[in-house]
């Protein structure tokens, strides 16, 4: 399995030759899904999920097809039917060869006066995981989570925790785009020294073989 950084909180896993993409949002290159087999959104804030993208995504390749939570699809779904799957929490599928499980419900609390909306997490053959914007704790070991680093709804101590959580082996950095550069390097260090997995960040663009 080959893992491609994208900006933000956007993924692309390759195995086999079939390529899925996850949350591929409005910070993210803006052809960040196209030529993916399947898409996988975690919930509906524009960071995660640019209805945009989606749709030229689908309209390039008639085979590529979405699972996503009910928010996200009752958006798209209509204008392509049966390409656009519906989840939630406990489900399980195979998307471009990847064996998925669903795990969570709601997005982590930004501030008590705003509403939660729903949010679901993706474990990729029982070994990656990408938890959109939550700190779900699957109910099964983690090898490689996509840690995300930098919100509005955590701190710091709280990603340590996370990580310290899952117990994963690596931990890859995901949602940073509003890291600045200057503020990378403290991050790596507390990440990397107090979260007791291998720390890895890459760029947008660069892959790793999983």
């Known amino acids: ?18 390529r899925l993409v996850i949350d591929p949002g409005g910070f993210s290159e803006q052809d960040a899904a196209v030529g993916a087999e399947a898409i996988l959104v975690t919930h509906e804030h524009p960071d995660h999920f640019d209805e945009a993208q989606l749709r030229a995504a689908l309209e390039a390749d008639p085979g590529t097809e979405i699972w996503t939570l009910a928010a996200v699809a009752d958006q798209i779904s209509a204008a392509f039917p049966g390409r656009v799957h519906t989840v939630g ?3 399980t599928f195979t998307a471009a060869g990847f064996d998925v499980q669903v795990h969570g419900e709601l ?24 938890p959109g914007d939550a700190f779900t704790v699957p109910e099964h070991p983690v090898e490689t989570l ?9 701190k710091i101590a709280e990603v340590i925790e996370y990580v ?14 509003l ?26 663009g660069e892959s790793a073989g999983l």
């Open 179 to 204: 890291l600045t550069d200057l503020a990378r390097p403290i991050y790596d260090t507390h990440v990397g020294n107090l979260g007791g997995a291998d720390h890895v960040r890459l760029s947008p």
């Open 1 to 18: 399995m080959e893992l491609t950084k994208k900006s933000h909180a956007c993924v692309r896993l390759e195995k086999d030759g079939q």
């Open 107 to 130: 997005h982590a609390v930004i501030h008590p006066d705003l509403p939660r909306v729903t949010n679901v997490g993706y474990l990729l053959d029982g070994t990656v995981f990408h």
């Open 146 to 154: 996509l840690v995300p680093v930098m919100a509005p709804w955590n």
């Open 164 to 177: 310290r959580e899952v117990k994963p082996q690596r931990a890859y950095d995901i949602h940073d785009a």
């Open 89 to 91: 929490h406990g489900d």
